[in-house]
């Protein structure tokens, strides 16, 4: 499995910004994909956004876009999560995850939870005035 470290939540107020830095580590090639969850108290969790690490093809969930990015840097192993215009419906304990390496054929659903092998501790993400 790889090991991966999430960092950057905290506390902002509504409209305010966040970035989220996910670490990867470990066996690092020919991982499929890095995806951001999270999940709020008493809700499943739910997909954010998700980046797929050969192409650099990213997707979102509909409630956050227009206002999260995705990105990587390769040379650090580090995947990011820039959150703008944040609302207190954001807030949640926010999870990054890494599926491992898929054959060309496989259908992966890049927003279900059950595709991904590794998973990181989680961050604090609270937005309240």
């Known amino acids: 499995q790889l090991q991966l470290v999430e960092s950057g939540g905290g506390l902002v107020q509504p409209g305010g910004s966040l970035r989220l830095s996910c670490a990867v580590s470990g066996f690092t090639s020919d991982y499929y994909a890095i995806g951001w969850f999270r999940q709020a108290p008493g809700k499943e969790r739910e997909g954010v956004s998700c980046i797929i690490v050969s192409d650099g093809t990213t997707d979102y969930a509909d409630s956050v876009k227009g206002r999260f990015t995705i990105s990587r840097d390769n040379a650090k192993n580090t995947v990011y999560l820039q959150m703008n215009g944040l609302k207190p419906e954001d807030t949640a304990v926010y999870y990054c995850?890494?599926?491992?390496?898929?054959?060309?054929?496989?259908?992966?659903?890049?927003?279900?939870?059950?595709?991904?092998?590794?998973w990181g501790q989680g961050t604090q993400v609270t937005v309240s005035s």
């Open positions: 995850a890494a599926i491992g390496y898929r054959p060309p054929w496989v259908v992966v659903r890049t927003f279900d939870p059950r595709e991904y092998e590794s």
